[in-house]
């Protein structure tokens, strides 16, 4: 059984999201390639919680290259609305990488992707919720 036959094994998708611990912000750009595969497996579909813990880190250092890995939020595990995990980061993310950006394709990226998140019921009270607080300051 090669990678491939595994990567959306429970498992093998908490691994990959555990290594995301190990990474430094300064790492980002030499491991960026890596990260994009991974942001289009399968493994990021069960486990992401530590990938966008770090991406909230880099996302004020590299905001271009955190929106071309959200464009593949539709691979990223769904938050469970019952528990409180996964629902803000990536919406946080996408705001923070907004603010940071003066490109304005980069931007209109940025906005497509949150719309696209705002109509899931699953992101849509959290990115409202975050939405809220950056209007309070």
């Known amino acids: 059984m090669g990678f491939r036959s595994n990567e959306g094994s429970d498992e093998v998708s908490q691994k990959y999201d555990w290594c995301f611990n190990n990474f430094k912000v300064e790492d980002f750009n030499q491991i960026y ?10 493994a990021v579909k069960k ?3 530590h990938f966008f813990r770090f991406l909230a880190k880099v996302v004020n250092h590299e905001p271009e290259k955190c929106i071309y890995l959200m ?3 539709k691979n ?7 528990l409180n995990a996964l629902q803000g980061e990536p919406v946080q993310i996408l705001i923070e990488a907004y603010n940071k950006i003066t490109d304005d394709r980069c931007n209109e990226k ?3 992707i949150f719309d696209l ?4 019921r699953n992101y849509k009270k959290e990115a409202l919720k975050v939405l809220s607080e950056q209007d309070r300051g």
């Open 71 to 73: 464009q593949n939020y």
């Open 117 to 120: 998140i705002l109509q899931e």
């Open 33 to 42: 390639k890596l990260i994009l595969k991974h942001s289009k497996s399968k």
């Open 47 to 49: 486990h992401c919680g």
């Open 110 to 112: 940025a906005v497509n």
């Open 76 to 82: 990223f595990e769904r938050p469970d609305v019952r």
